[in-house]
Each structure stands twice: as structure tokens, then as C-alpha cells.
């Protein structure tokens, strides 16, 4: 078993308007090396993006005040952020439209809730290792 491998930190923003959740969330992806900041709005994450330049985001798909999606859309819209890939957290199943309400949003891939955390930690890596800021090994 390999214990060296390194990985780089990466700056996550976890935004989700639960705000247990979004700590949890936190506190999970922290001990993998990584900065993480929460909003807990769509509003909150826009205003984030002023001072923290985020490699992932991970936004909940339905929130009072600007959903996912639309959110989504507005950060894809803005060349400064475009590049950022964005994961859906979402209770939305396969039968609701799920693949739909992903490609709509211009996320890269999607977390159910309530979530597994090991499948979620593989999800972040396998997203950050695909944008480079983790090794691919």
C-alpha cells in the first residue's frame, strides 16, 4: 500500500443552503488537503467568487433565491469562471430529469443526496485529477 502519493490542495466552495450539510461537507473535503469555503446561497456563492477563486464547486440544486441551475448558468456565462467545474448536489433521481437538470446547469457530474461520503470524496478526485490539480497517478 502506497502512502506517499501526493496530493495538491485544491480550493473548493460548497454551497448549499443547509447549512449543516454545507459544513459537513466542509469538514469532510478539509482533511483531504483542501481549502474549502461555503456559501449558503446563490447569492452568498456569486459574492464569494469576488475574492475566492474557487478549482471546484460543489452547489445544491434546489435553493430558495436561485437554484442551481440558474446559478450555475450565470457563473458559465462569465469567462473569468467558465473554466470552474461545477458538481450538482441533488435528491433529484435519474426518472426526474437528473441527467437533464446536470447538462442544463453545464455541471460535470452530480451527487446524490443523502450521499455516500466515500463516493463523494471519489467524485471530487476524480474531477479535480481530471482538471489537473490532483495526480492522476
Partial sequence: ?????????????VVDDNEEIA????????????EVEVALSGEECIEKLKSFRPDLILMDYFMPGGDGVKVSKLIKSDERFRDIPIILFTIMSIDEGLYEA??????VDYIQKPFNIKKMVGKVRRVLSATAMLPAD
Avoid: C, D, Q, W
Fill in 102 to 107: 446536470v447538462e442544463e446547469a453545464g455541471a
Fill in 23 to 34: 459544513h459537513l461537507v466542509s469538514i469532510i473535503l478539509a482533511p483531504e488537503g483542501h
Fill in 1 to 13: 500500500m502506497r502512502t506517499n502519493k501526493k496530493f495538491y490542495m485544491a480550493r473548493i466552495l
